[in-house]
């Protein structure tokens, strides 16, 4: 497949499964792979099936068993490379310089955020 083939595949990860089916039916209308797990295990146990295949972790913080940090943090053991947007209800003890959608988020800016660290720029918030 070529570059110009190659649709970005997103890794999105929330316990809540109305959160997960929104922002997957968000992201496949706009023309990514979209893969969904229910918690930062299942994530992580998807990415290591194939960590080159992932342009992009979306993840909730707070999960019931690992959370998105720490399955964020396994994952670029992996592969550094890999970005990361977190979801959140609160924006408490992140460390700084992180990608964050607050949530309810409206999906435009969610759609704006993904573009924009999947392309490298800064966000002009």
């Known amino acids: 497949m070529s570059g110009a083939e190659k649709t970005e595949t997103i890794l999105v990860a929330d316990d809540e499964p109305q959160i997960r089916e929104i922002v997957h ?4 209308r706009q023309g990514y792979t979209v893969v969904t797990a229910a918690n930062g295990q299942e994530a992580l146990e998807k990415f290591i099936v194939d960590p080159a295949a992932f342009d992009l972790l979306v993840t909730d913080i707070v999960m019931p068993g690992m ?36 949530k309810p988020f409206n999906p435009v800016q969610l759609l704006h ?9 800064l966000l002009d918030l």
């Not at 039916?25 to 496949?28: F, G």
């Not at 955020?113 to 720029?121: E, F, G, P, Q, S």
């Open 67 to 102: 959370d998105g940090i720490s399955s964020y943090k396994e994952m670029t053991k992996i592969n550094p490379a890999l970005k990361v947007i977190y979801m959140s209800g609160f924006a408490d003890n992140l460390p700084p310089y992180v990608h964050i959608i607050l």
């Open 113 to 121: 955020m993904i573009r924009t660290v999947l392309d490298n720029k």
């Open 25 to 28: 039916t968000l992201l496949t």
